[in-house]
C-alpha cells in the first residue's frame, strides 16, 4: 500500500520544490515566496498526543490551551493509557470540560493504530480519526498535513487559509470551505505547501496591520 501514498514533505528542500511548482502556476504565489526566506515545515511527532493536544486547543484562545495542555502533561494524560484509566474528575482537575472529557476518552478507547497511519492513503486516515468523536475534518487533515507528513493535504475549513485567499485573489468575500476546496485542486499535488504560503502569508498581513494572532 505504501506506494500509492502521495510524496511526504520531508524538509525545506521538499517545500522549496513545491512552491517553486506552484508559482508557475499561479504567479500571486511568487508574492508570498519572494518575502520568505523559509517556508515553515511545522512537521510534529505523531500519535495519541498529537490529538489529545488538538483536542485540547478547542475553542480556547492559545494561552488557555498552553496552560491546560501543561497541566495534561504533567498528570500524564498525553498518553492513551492514563486516560483511558482517569475519571472523569481526574481529566475535570486539570481543565478539561465535560466535551472534551467526552472526547479524550473516546479517542483513548478508539483503538487507533498510529504507525499503521503512515502506511494508509490520506482518505482513510481522515475517515479513521474522524470517525472519533471531537476529530473534526480540520483536525484530521491537520494531523496527515502535519504529523504524517502528506504533501497534497489543503485544511479547507481552516478561517486563516480561507482570509489568506481572500486578500491574495482579491476576492469580493472569505471563501467558504466548499470554495476553498475547489479553488485548492488547481494546486494539487503541492495543496500542503499552498497551505503552508497562504499561513504565511496570513501572519504576515495580520502583523502589517498590527492584528496579530
Known amino acids: 500500500m505504501a506506494d500509492t501514498l502521495e510524496p511526504l514533505i520531508q524538509g525545506q528542500a ?4 513545491g512552491a ?20 515553515p515545515l511545522r512537521l510534529r511527532p505523531d ?3 498529537a490529538l489529545m493536544f488538538a483536542i485540547v486547543g478547542q ?33 475535570a482537575d486539570v481543565g478539561l470540560s465535560r466535551p472534551k472529557i467526552r472526547y479524550a476518552k473516546a479517542l483513548a478507547e478508539a483503538g487507533i493504530d498510529y504507525p499503521t497511519l503512515h502506511e494508509q492513503p490520506t482518505d482513510q486516515v481522515i475517515k479513521t480519526l474522524t ?30 487559509l480561507q ?32 497551505a503552508r504560503l497562504l499561513w504565511a502569508y496570513y501572519r504576515m498581513e495580520t502583523e502589517r496591520e498590527g492584528i496579530g494572532e
Open 14 to 17: 521538499c517545500l522549496q520544490r
Open 163 to 194: 482570509e489568506a485567499a481572500k486578500r491574495l485573489f482579491d476576492l469580493p468575500d472569505r471563501p467558504k470551505e466548499k470554495a476553498m476546496r475547489i479553488m485548492a485542486q488547481d494546486w494539487s499535488p503541492n495543496r500542503g505547501v499552498a
Open 131 to 160: 470517525a472519533v468523536p471531537g476529530i473534526g475534518m480540520w483536525t484530521a487533515e491537520i494531523y496527515a498535513l502535519f504529523a504524517l507528513a502528506r504533501s497534497d493535504v489543503f485544511p479547507a475549513g481552516d478561517l486563516a
Open 59 to 91: 475553542q480556547v484562545s492559545t494561552a488557555s490551551a498552553a496552560a491546560i495542555w501543561g497541566r495534561v502533561q504533567a498528570a500524564g494524560f498525553d498518553e492513551t493509557d492514563n486516560v483511558a484509566r482517569a475519571s472523569d474528575q481526574d481529566l
Open 20 to 39: 517553486l511548482a506552484l508559482c508557475l502556476q499561479e504567479p500571486r504565489f511568487q508574492l508570498i515566496f519572494d518575502q520568505l526566506e523559509d517556508i
Open 47 to 49: 500519535g495519541f498526543s
